[in-house]
């Protein structure tokens, strides 16, 4: 049986014009779209990853 996981929210904080292509992978595997967008994640460890990837990119707390 899998254990319940938090969530996490992410908030894109800065523009991924001029960016490493990996690092644009990551924050639209995140989910995220547009400046000051924001969504809701699972907290796992691939989740997590990939925020502190781009953690210069994005605003995370958990909820």
Known sequence: MTEA???IKVT???SVIGTIEK???CVRGLGL???NHS???LDTPEN???I???NYLVKAESI
């Open 5 to 7: 996981k938090g969530k």
């Open 12 to 14: 894109q904080i800065k």
């Open 23 to 25: 690092h644009r992978a």
């Open 33 to 35: 779209r547009w400046l």
């Open 39 to 41: 969504v809701v994640v």
């Open 48 to 50: 997590r990853g990939m």
């Open 52 to 54: 502190n990837r781009v």
